[in-house]
């Protein structure tokens, strides 16, 4: 008979096992790894397994926070909670239990190939229940699945609403499918005053010097420096990122490295990718703002991305969740994702599905030519 077993340290799965449901997956073991090491304040990991006689089914990570429900909102859904947060504070700070993660693009489930369709809706309906069993037992208030794309290819939409999930409204994933053979016939794909603008930018690669890094040891104070200022002007953060989460996704994970663009010695922005073969992830950039923008650092690190991509025959580029704007602009299609959740009251799960509207992500902004 299938068991469910809610682990806190994805050691206890181990390598093989993880990856082999995961096949080809960015943010596989060794990202995953890295994440729970990388000792960031507020959360305890889990993964949730599906095992039958000793054969590892169906896999998840999750983990257990003080989610404050307007944590990881902008504008108005922002300014909402925190009127909520003065009347009933009670409603919008709630111990969360939680499959996906917060450091992880979309919610990962990972299946035995040899499952079916059916099988492995089965094997996920089992695989979240037991899960609730045991975050309930963790005096988890409100159960959730954090960033379930639009069109998954798992049956996470069925099996939540049969469970009774609510959902809200996430932050799209933003891509952009590397269909074309050269940077010129990618620039031709843009609009005139974008293409114009683009080529205007590039000239500043003669000023800036690009250097790719497998390891960023001497310099990961100017890293967190430059993380630090990025965070200040962002509209929402779940999650805050410690050196030892950067200098570990290098160590854990085999296919990630860091772009640096030094100016003047200086490191004054930092993206961390990671390459799958057929996917170029871009998980963070960081940078100085005045810095940056008067070297139009986002540009030049867009473009050396899509270079990247062509020169290794990579097919897809993921953008992230953030600056939408210039990534439409850019040419990226949009995804979106949900978060679905349930209270353990039935009461208060009704009233959290009435405000659930609140809680949605802003409408992005329309890209500019």
């Known amino acids: 008979m299938a068991e469910v077993k809610v682990l806190s340290s994805i050691a206890e799965v181990g390598e093989g096992r993880w990856n082999g449901l995961f096949p080809e997956q960015a943010e596989g073991y060794g990202y995953l790894l890295a994440t729970e090491l990388a000792g960031l304040s507020g959360f305890s990991w889990r993964y949730a397994v ?5 054969k590892l089914l ?23 909670g925190k009127i909520l947060r003065r009347w009933l504070p009670g409603l919008v700070t709630l111990r ?52 379930v794309p639009e069109g998954s290819p798992f049956p996470w939409r069925d099996v939540l609403a049969d469970a009774g999930y609510a959902r809200a409204l996430g932050l799209p994933i933003a891509f952009r499918s590397i269909d074309f053979e050269t940077v ?10 974008t293409r114009k603008d683009m080529r205007r930018k590039l000239k500043m690669r003669a000023h800036v010097r690009i250097e790719p890094r497998k390891n960023i040891d001497d310099v990961i104070d100017q890293i967190m420096d430059l993380y630090a200022s990025t965070l200040q002007r962002a509209d929402m953060t ?7 989460f950067f200098t570990g996704i290098l160590n854990y994970s085999s296919n990630s490295f860091f772009v640096l663009y030094i ?49 290794n025959k990579i097919g897809r580029f993921q953008a ?9 602009r850019l040419g990226c299609e949009l995804i979106g994702t949900y978060l679905y959740f349930r209270h353990r009251n039935p009461i208060m799960n009704s009233v959290l599905k009435l405000i659930a509207h ?6 992005i902004p329309e890209a500019k030519a």
């Open 50 to 54: 599906l095992e039958e006689g000793g």
């Open 58 to 80: 169906a896999a998840a990570p999750g983990f257990i926070t003080e989610y404050q429900l307007e944590t990881t909102l902008s504008g108005l859904g922002q300014a909402a």
């Open 96 to 147: 969360l239990g939680c499959l996906g993660s917060p450091c992880t693009e979309t919610a990962l489930v990972g299946f035995d190939s040899t499952l079916s369709a059916d099988q492995r809706r089965d094997a996920l309906s089992t695989l979240l229940k037991g899960f609730e069993e045991q975050m309930l037992d963790q005096q988890c208030a409100l159960i959730a699945v954090k960033d």
């Open 184 to 193: 010129d016939s990618y620039l031709a794909t843009l609009s005139a005053g």
């Open 238 to 244: 779940f999650e805050e990122l410690t050196p030892e």
């Open 263 to 311: 100016v003047d010695q200086k490191v004054v922005a930092a993206n961390l990718l990671i390459d799958t073969n057929k996917l170029l992830l871009d998980k963070f950039f960081v940078m100085s703002d005045h810095i940056a923008r008067n070297h139009n650092l986002y540009f030049l690190s867009w473009f050396y991305n899509i270079e990247y991509c062509l020169s």
């Open 320 to 328: 992230g969740q953030a600056a939408y704007a210039n990534k439409v």
């Open 358 to 363: 609140i809680f949605m992500a802003d409408p």
